[in-house]
DNA sequence: AAGAGGTGCAACCGCGCGAGT
DNA sequence: TACTCGCGCGGTTGCACCTCT
């Protein structure tokens, strides 16, 4: 037995967008503001499926959106995210206010890809294209002190081995359900992956976890990657206090710079009492 | 001027996840 | 616990527009 549809397929348009329909949906939720998609068509007089009202809204209609063109800062904060994050267009849209993961998903396909390979780097993993090539070897290892998840990647050796991927959580929080922490104890996870050939190489340069990560920088790609990261999120200062600084790090959110407040955070982070949570 | 091929982007599709029951 | 519902995400498609020959 499959879903049910969204919407009934039969009744509703696809394709462009008219004016007429785009100022129904404009106008619906100026006055109703957004949210349940699904009876929104109805209500706004739209033959419609919900999930493309949304996103003609999220990607077009939206009144904050910046049009035009990608500017040379937004690019390099695109690569670098993308470096980071991967294919997650959703948390890179939110860190440039006012582009969309449709429009920053298309950019990439489009313009960044080519910038990347002209430059020599392969956009997938980052690295010179040459040196994806080789059969080189690499431990990619993220530790991190006492109250953190240590995440250990080992694809040393072996084209054929399965590399494992082993995940210890030391400290107090459950990661599947993005609470804010409890003093129960989890044990520590090992997931073996699939065999992957030794020249994909994966950097997951994420930490999760209270401290912070300068005793751990064991690499220039690392480094880099700290870099970036506390370039984006500084250290406590007046105005945010250690203690908020520490609920604040062990999102990933905030971690890659969104500190300007809920909207920039990712929804599993947002949460009423002030704090952020994991995700 | 016209056709072919390339490019950019809006829109669609299928799936996963969390919430609710 | 199992199931449904609704939302959101990432991948893909289709088409309008542009450039080249």
Redesign the pocket.
């Known amino acids: 037995?499959?879903?049910?549809?969204?919407c009934e397929?039969a009744h509703?348009?696809?394709?462009?967008?008219t004016k007429e329909e785009?100022q129904r949906l404009i106008n619906y939720i100026r006055a109703h503001g957004?949210?349940?998609?699904?009876?929104?068509p109805k209500a706004a007089g739209l033959s419609?499926?919900?999930?493309?009202?949304?996103?003609?809204w999220?990607?077009?209609?939206r009144p904050d959106l910046k049009?035009g063109?990608f500017t040379e800062e937004e690019d390099e904060l695109i690569i670098k995210l993308h470096s980071l994050?991967?294919?997650?267009?959703?948390?890179?849209?939110?860190r440039l206010p006012g582009r969309?993961?449709?429009?920053i998903?298309?950019?990439w396909?489009?313009?960044i890809k080519?910038k990347l390979i002209s430059r020599g780097i392969d956009p997938q993993t980052h690295r010179p294209l040459n040196a994806a090539a080789t059969n080189s070897t690499s431990t990619v290892v993220t530790t991190t002190t006492a109250n953190n998840k240590n995440i250990s990647m080992d694809f040393q050796n072996n084209v054929d081995q399965k590399p494992n991927i082993i995940i210890a959580t030391s400290s107090s929080y459950d990661e599947?359900?993005?609470n804010s922490g409890t003093t129960e104890e989890t044990k520590p996870l090992e997931i073996v992956i699939p065999k992957i050939p030794s020249q994909v190489m994966i950097n997951l340069e994420l930490s999760i976890g209270l401290p912070l990560l300068t005793d751990h920088i064991s690499s220039p790609e690392s480094t880099a990657s700290y870099n970036f990261l506390t370039s984006v999120a500084p250290p406590p200062t007046a105005e945010v206090p250690a203690a908020e600084m520490v609920a604040k790090t062990v999102c990933l959110c905030w971690q890659i710079g969104f500190q300007g407040g809920g909207d920039q955070l990712?929804?599993?982070c947002r949460n009423t009492n002030g704090f952020y949570r994991y995700?």
Not at 50 to 56: D, N, P, V, W
């Open positions: 037995m499959g879903r049910s549809p969204c397929k509703t348009n696809k394709g462009a967008w785009d957004e949210g349940c998609w699904r009876s929104l419609r499926c919900g999930k493309s009202c949304r996103l003609r999220i990607n077009y209609l049009r063109n994050l991967g294919n997650k267009w959703s948390v890179i849209a939110g969309t993961d449709n429009e998903k298309n950019y396909n489009t313009h080519r599947t359900k993005c990712c929804s599993k995700c």
